[in-house]
């Protein structure tokens, strides 16, 4: 089992920026990409960026230029680096994980969250 957990949403006025983090634990043999999904109330979730463990990345057009995604793979730890927010940007921030465990099954995982709320 891995287990993925996210920290560093709160409340940021427009123009603010904040940091998220995702720290990735448990049966991992390698994290093969990991990444940010967003889903704002009564919206659907939709991918935000994305990091693969060769270092490519992968943006959403509405972030791209603003956020930075960006990893650490000795401490299998994703960050979001999000500048220049907006109250669009208000969602609950859900990291998501694609992962090869030590027999070589592979599995995705979710976790639980954390909201990000731009004021105006």
């Known amino acids: 089992q891995v287990q993925l957990v996210e920290s560093g949403g709160g409340l940021v006025q427009a123009g603010g920026s904040l940091r998220l983090s995702c720290a990735a634990s448990?049966?991992?043999?390698?994290?093969?990409?990991i990444g940010w999904n967003r889903q704002a109330p009564g919206k659907q979730r939709d991918m935000v960026a994305i990091i693969t463990s060769g270092g490519s990345t992968h943006y959403a057009d509405s972030v791209k230029g603003r956020f930075t995604i960006s990893g650490d793979n000795a401490k299998n730890t994703a960050y979001l680096q999000m500048n220049s927010l907006k109250p669009e940007d208000t969602a609950v921030y859900y990291c998501?994980?694609?992962?090869?465990?030590?027999?070589?099954?592979?599995?995705?995982?979710w976790g639980k969250g954390t909201l990000v709320t731009v004021s105006s």
């Open positions: 998501n994980a694609d992962v090869t465990g030590p027999f070589g099954s592979k599995m995705a995982y």
């Open positions: 448990g049966s991992i043999f390698r994290i093969n990409k």
